[in-house]
């Protein structure tokens, strides 16, 4: 019972979990959210999406599409994984303040999941199992 109610805390476990959640959230991002656009705007199709701060349905769209497909896949693999995890936040903010602003928490609700998720991600960067770490961090001894 004691070990169940201690997990071990060992860094490579804290690593571990980052992964998973870091490639889960991110890949969700992409394949649920992120590809749905990039197809749209590759269709050729008239864009029907929100205009927001004066851009364009389709740029906003593609500003959407950038985050959620492009940023979401710098996630997953761990590349410049903080600086993607910003881009999303972003847009998860607009999305939770501006489309969704007068709507109720339900209607906030995924979104709000993705941003925490983000936060999470954007302070912990990749972490040891990230190309991040293998590029740019090679001179850190493992733990």
């Known amino acids: ?13 804290k690593e571990s979990m980052l992964l ?9 991002m992409l394949s649920q959210h992120g590809l749905f656009k990039l197809q749209t705007l590759l269709s050729g199709e008239e864009i029907r999406f ?7 349905p389709k740029g ?4 959407a599409m950038f985050a ?18 910003l881009a999303l936040i972003v847009n998860m903010l607009v999305i939770v303040f501006h489309i969704h602003g007068t709507d109720p928490v339900s209607a906030k609700e995924l979104p709000i999941l993705y941003l925490a998720g983000f936060i999470y991600i954007a302070f912990n960067g990749g972490g040891r199992y990230s190309l991040d770490r293998m590029l ?5 001894q493992e733990s």
């Open 50 to 56: 929100a205009s927001v701060l004066g851009i364009s």
């Open 136 to 140: 740019f961090n090679k001179s850190i």
């Open 68 to 85: 959620e497909f492009f940023c979401a896949l710098l996630i997953v693999i761990g590349l410049f994984t903080r600086f993607a995890a």
């Open 60 to 63: 906003t769209m593609s500003l």
């Open 1 to 13: 019972m004691k070990r169940l109610l201690y997990l071990d805390s060992s860094q490579t476990v």
């Open 20 to 28: 998973f959640i870091r490639v889960i959230i991110a890949f969700l």
